[in-house]
């Protein structure tokens, strides 16, 4: 028998340290294991396979590897120190979202790769350009910017061909996986070997997809964020697309961008990298003005289309939920045989109970945010920790009967459009009606095939579909972002005006957009209108310079949070006082506060933000931050470059 193997494992917890064990089998790096770790069984990831026992001290064996072979690849165990580095955490918390959790299952079903090859040649000017300045240069970062309709995916897709004829492998990454089945479709019809990483794959499903990459048996990997982990190696072209969008940053620890993660990949794999929008996230476009990356442009739709007349309307004195002018258009468009999408990024029939006696309003128990009722199930929900109740019939603070709902969602939306429109054949897409991507599809493709002529939605049927019979977009209360207490709100309900009204037109010179909007004279509101994107992101870059908030600095967000609101905000002042001990060079420190939304899942919660311009200051602060043991025991969480203040 061969002599027991000192293994290295990492485990999924807040501790720096590795862990080692006896193997009574030979072990590759890369290898899930079960361990007993501190009394009870944990699954860890094998990272050094020539550990010293320490002396003196008796090792606990593996109780067993849970793999054959390695799911790693080449760049995973580097990319995890990266990662654990760049994000503040273990390097086991790294791996553990780095890779599949499933075990093996047989007979697994899963969508086969189309043997069918299409190729295009009819590019325009302007995409041919792009293909060519991308394929002819060996590495190096580029910008395709373009509004929606111009070619942007045929750019992608031409290059990643191109890439393929010469050996080498592709990475693409959209924002949202569930709702692409269009470019789903197209991969699938022009590349024989294609893996698709989305959350409707079952664990061990997705870990059979793993394999297959892992072992070369895929040339290109379509997924969402983490599908920039696939174990490829050999890769000559990485695909951002719809980089501005909030979904590439995880919310969960690690709390990577897959941006940033796609960006080290390029420079380690020597590949191209090509991120793209029709709306630029300002850290893009200052990156570009850093020469970080050559910026490519298409200023044209392609399918005939023209950019939309966009109708800007004041809501101030609507007592109804549609302004004459969008029930007009959506009458008229259906008259012509065409199709409407209205879209409104609050789902749910009304958001605010109130009692008209005492002024009362209802809010989840366990959150500092109101509920949102739901007539088909008669149920209210907060869609933060997802408590769910009967809507009271009496005031639950007065006993009044003087109660009532106010404002609107998605769903009261489609109640009214249904008695406006009865001779529309109608629609509601957004995660209440929509139970997996398979009904997702069903609705979108029925749409598409024009066995729908009025969709409504959340902002999930704004980006990334293309429908040639949609003329009119509306969107209501199209404002709705701007009172979130965040430096990113100006910037992404622009990003999403101006994403949504690009669905209407993209084949038909005469599409039309209605804004509907409490505040129509807001600068925001008025460039979005009227495109002026150069004008909007002059201006918010200044402001941002200005104030010292990204991209001219990084941040780091500490939140604090406890059961406990007084033990809180004990140690709320715990840390100002640690910080005032351990500030140096320029940083600057604002708080610690309450976070805007105080009270989560029955968490209270303190947040501080710290800024500054280099970033090696917040990492050495928030390594620190790490083995700061707060007094009445916080948990303390930790974001670089956070993406959301809530």
């Not at 200023?299 to 004041?314: E, K, M, T």
Request: net charge positive; with cysteine.
């Amino acid at each position: 028998m061969d002599e027991p193997q000192a293994v290295e494992v990492a485990f999924p917890i807040p501790e720096d340290r590795l862990f080692t064990y006896l193997s009574h089998r030979r072990l590759e790096v890369g290898v899930r294991v079960l361990a007993r770790l501190k009394n009870r069984k944990v699954k860890g990831i094998v990272v050094n396979t020539e550990a010293r026992p320490p002396e003196g001290i008796e090792l606990k064996p593996v109780e067993r590897a849970l793999d054959e072979e390695p799911l790693t690849g080449p760049y995973t165990l580097k990319l995890g120190y990266w990662i654990a580095q760049q994000t503040l955490c273990s390097l086991g918390e790294a791996l553990s979202a780095m890779l599949p959790s499933a075990m093996r299952e047989k007979e697994l079903p899963l969508l086969e790769d189309s043997q069918e090859f299409h190729r295009i040649e009819n590019l325009s000017e302007e995409q041919t350009q792009a293909v060519r300045m991308i394929v002819e240069s060996p590495t190096g970062w580029f910008y395709l910017q373009g509004p929606t309709g111009s070619g942007k995916t045929e750019v992608y897709l031409q290059a990643a061909r191109h890439v393929i004829d010469t050996g080498k492998r592709v990475l693409y990454l959209v924002p949202e996986i569930s709702l692409t089945f269009q470019l789903i479709d197209q991969t699938r019809k022009r590349f024989k070997r294609v893996a698709v990483l989305h959350s409707a794959l079952s664990p061990s499903q997705r870990l059979r997809e793993w394999e297959r990459i892992r072992k070369g048996e895929v040339d290109l990997v379509l997924g969402a964020r983490s599908a920039v982990f696939a174990p490829m190696d050999n890769i000559g072209l990485i695909v951002v697309d719809e980089e501005q969008e909030m979904s590439y940053k995880s919310q969960a620890v690690p709390r990577y961008h897959a941006r940033s993660v796609a960006m080290i990949l390029s420079k380690w794999q020597g590949a191209r990298l090509v991120m793209g929008s029709a709306t630029p996230s300002l850290e893009a476009l200052h990156a570009i003005e850093e020469g970080l990356f050559v910026r490519l442009r298409l200023s044209r739709r392609l399918a005939g289309g023209a950019q939309p007349q966009v109708h800007l309307l004041d809501t101030r004195q609507l007592n109804e939920i549609f302004s004459p002018e969008l029930a007009q258009a959506i009458l008229d468009t259906h008259t012509e045989g065409l199709q409407s999408v209205i879209v409104l990024n609050r789902r749910g029939y009304t958001n605010l109970y109130h009692c008209r006696h005492c002024h009362y309003e209802m809010q989840c128990p366990h959150c500092s945010v109101p509920v949102t009722y739901h007539k088909s199930r008669d149920l209210v929900i907060c869609h933060h920790c997802g408590y769910s109740g009967k809507s009271p019939p009496k005031c639950p603070n007065c006993g009044s009967s003087e109660v009532g709902w106010a404002g609107y969602g998605t769903e009261l939306v489609e109640q009214e459009l249904r008695r406006l429109f009865p001779q529309l054949r109608l629609a509601r897409l957004d995660s209440d009606t929509v139970a997996d991507r398979k009904q997702a599809a069903g609705i979108i493709k029925g749409f598409a095939g024009g066995d729908i002529d009025l969709l409504v939605g959340t902002q999930m049927i704004a980006k990334g579909l293309n429908f040639p019979r949609l003329k009119t977009v509306g969107i209501l209360n199209a404002d709705i972002g701007l009172s979130i207490p965040d430096f990113r709100s100006a910037e992404r309900v622009y990003s999403l005006i101006r994403q949504t009204a690009g669905r209407a037109g993209r084949y038909r010179p005469d599409g039309q957009v209605y804004i509907q909007t409490y505040r129509p004279d807001y600068w925001v509101m008025q460039a979005a209108a009227q495109a002026r994107d150069e004008e909007f992101q002059k201006r918010e870059l200044e402001l941002r310079k200005t104030t010292r908030l990204p991209p001219y600095t990084r941040l780091l967000r500490v939140v604090l949070r406890h059961r406990d609101v007084g033990k809180v905000k004990a140690d709320a002042a715990a840390l100002s006082l640690f910080f005032e001990r351990s500030k140096t060079g320029s940083l600057e420190i604002i708080g610690p506060a309450p976070c805007p939304l105080e009270k989560l899942n029955d968490w209270y919660r303190y947040h501080a933000l710290v800024c500054g311009p280099h970033v090696h200051e917040l990492r050495e602060i928030g390594h620190r931050m790490r083995s700061w043991k707060s007094p009445s025991r916080s948990v303390v969480e930790l974001d670089m470059d956070p993406y959301h203040l809530r």
